[in-house]
């Protein structure tokens, strides 16, 4: 029905491995080759995908599968004596599945729980603010659920800092007004705004939009990246949980704007809990005239919306990856040019913006561009999500305008001791205290929104080796620098972690970040290293101070 409903085409492929995988707990080898079959794919193809994604499962896991997140957060907060408690109530280390078949223990990149840490996902469920004690119960929880037949334990309730503004509007205002513009004049709104895409590369979003409506083709595509994947990271889960509408409004006002009959979001297979009520919602619009055929009444104007899920691959956030994906391939990210505005999904002009951005949208047509530009600064206006979590007292999702000093936000959020801050998430820069008077704007600091606070006591070496231990298992192994190189950079780290290597073997692994940062392909290549560079030019003293150091 699915590869039908697909008209076969290999676009099924990646919904259908997660049915499969969701019906019999995993994608057996019989059932690669029959997917396959149907599909008129090489079952080697076929393989080839379902391997490159962790939440897709080519061999027998356990009936709960337990993923705790090791993000920096989480390390930070006790994930160590967590891990320690499930492997000796379970009896298994991480990798394993009970013999029963009931359990599998495994680490995984950052869940967007991190002002929750630790936090740990049992299937779909989310579990937060983990203690030892915490995690044996919710262990108990399981074997009474499965033994009872019951569902598991219940969600646990979360909580946010932000004073938000999308939600203050009066509901669907920004789509009413874009209809009464033309989309020539929406697009000029837009660009008038000076918004700039809040997924983290900036790039203005009226020139993004302008560019997908004079590009021609048949169909276009307005895709809603919600690949939530950057380490430290959870504004966007908590837009979509709470003011989903607003984000589709936005995505309903971009396809007026270029002339888009489809909508795509790309969720997060991490974010899978929240796919029933995204729907409902959706349905609720279908209803209610706000999406389908029509909309709102103006003649011609056609738009629905559909949730694709991802199926874990931090590589997927990169929007040409993203796309790869949703066409049913491994998430390896494309040469550019041809841009997705050109040349995107299904070789259509398609709009790939984040989810903050469309809700930024819906605000700058209630509101007005003047309105908007007249908050933050000459280079970035308006206002900006920031996940705040680490060593702080009061973590969570803050709204602020683009401008403030890191020394502002620290403590605005209660980071008041830090050493370092990392902003912009594990691909982004480490700031240490000396310059927390840097601003957070594109005219020094442009970030996608994530703040990792490092406390006085963090050992940054440890910080480092956590952020390459999830560049090695996210890279999608495309080119040999990101791929190879990212290992070597961990294996260095290591050993400097044991005060075994030299100043000279600490400048060469220097020289190592500067080749992969200059001849990788993507940005996960060629920002990887950001964090050695960081911490070799801000804490060079702190490593060459371990013991047997500078020895050599
Ligand atoms: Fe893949 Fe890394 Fe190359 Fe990007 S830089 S394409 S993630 S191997």
């Keep these: 029905q699915l590869a039908d409903a697909h008209a076969r085409k ?30 008129g794919l090489h079952a080697a193809d076929v393989y080839s995908v379902a391997t490159f994604y962790q939440f897709i499962n080519t061999a027998p896991k356990g009936k709960f599968i337990i993923r705790l997140s090791r993000d920096m957060s989480s390390m930070m907060k006790g994930a160590k004596i967590v891990a320690r408690q499930l492997e000796n109530d379970l009896g298994i280390k991480f990798g394993e599945t009970t013999p029963d078949g009931m359990f599998t223990l495994e680490w995984t990149s950052c869940i967007g729980m991190n002002y929750q840490a630790p936090a740990m996902l049992i299937n779909n469920e989310v579990f937060s603010n983990l203690t030892p004690q915490r995690a044996h119960l919710i262990i108990e929880d399981c074997l009474q659920g499965f033994r009872s037949h019951r569902p598991t334990v219940g969600k646990i309730g979360e909580t946010y800092s932000s004073a938000l503004t999308y939600a203050s509007h009066e509901a669907e ?9 033309s989309p020539a004049e929406v697009v000029s709104e837009v660009a008038a705004s000076g918004i700039r895409g809040r997924g983290g590369a900036g790039f203005p979003t009226g020139t993004k939009w302008r560019l997908a409506a004079a590009a021609k083709g048949d169909l276009k595509y307005i895709v809603c990246n919600a690949d939530e994947g950057e380490p430290g990271t959870f504004k966007d889960r908590i837009l979509l949980s709470r003011f989903a509408d607003v984000v589709f409004e936005g995505m309903t006002i971009a396809a007026y704007a270029v002339g888009a009959r489809e909508g795509v979001i790309y969720l997060r297979a991490e974010y899978t809990f929240l796919k029933t009520q995204l729907e409902a919602a959706l349905a609720a619009r279908r209803q209610t005239g706000l999406l389908g055929k029509n909309i709102l009444g103006r003649d011609g104007f056609d738009f629905d919306i559909r949730i694709h899920m991802g199926a874990g691959a931090y590589v997927c956030g990169e929007e040409t990856a993203l796309i790869e994906s949703l066409e049913g391939r491994r998430g390896h990210p494309r040469n550019r040019p041809p841009y997705p505005i050109d040349v995107g999904l299904n070789g259509m002009p398609t709009v790939v913006n984040n989810v903050e951005t469309l809700s930024s949208i819906s605000c700058i047509l209630a509101r007005g561009a003047a309105w908007f530009a007249s908050i933050g600064t000459e280079r970035s206006k308006g206002f900006k999500l920031f996940s705040v979590s680490g060593d702080c007292t009061r973590p969570g999702v803050y709204e602020l305008p683009w401008g403030i000093t890191v020394e502002e936000l620290l403590e605005t959020v209660g980071g008041g001791n830090a050493k370092a801050v990392q902003v912009g998430g594990y691909s982004g820069q480490l700031i240490p205290a000396s310059q927390f008077d840097r601003r957070l704007a594109y005219e020094d600091l442009g970030i996608g929104g994530s703040v990792i606070v490092y406390g006085q006591d963090r050992d940054m070496l440890d910080v480092a080796e956590n952020y390459f231990e999830f560049f090695v298992d996210e890279s999608c192994g495309q080119c040999t620098p990101c791929r190879d190189g990212n290992v070597k950079l961990l294996e260095g780290i290591r050993a400097l972690r044991q005060g075994k290597c030299s100043s000279r073997y600490l400048n060469e692994l220097i020289s190592l970040c500067e080749t992969i940062q200059v001849s990788s392909k993507c940005g996960l290549g060629q920002l990887s290293p950001n964090i050695l560079i960081a911490i070799n030019t801000h804490f060079r003293d702190e490593i060459l101070a371990r013991p047997v150091m500078g020895q050599h």
């Design 10 to 39: 290999r676009s099924a492929l990646i919904p259908i491995l997660q049915t499969v995988q969701r019906d019999y707990g995993e994608v057996s080898q019989f059932a690669l080759q029959h997917i396959a079959d149907v599909l």
């Design 173 to 181: 205002a920004g789509l009413r007004r874009a209809l009464t513009m």
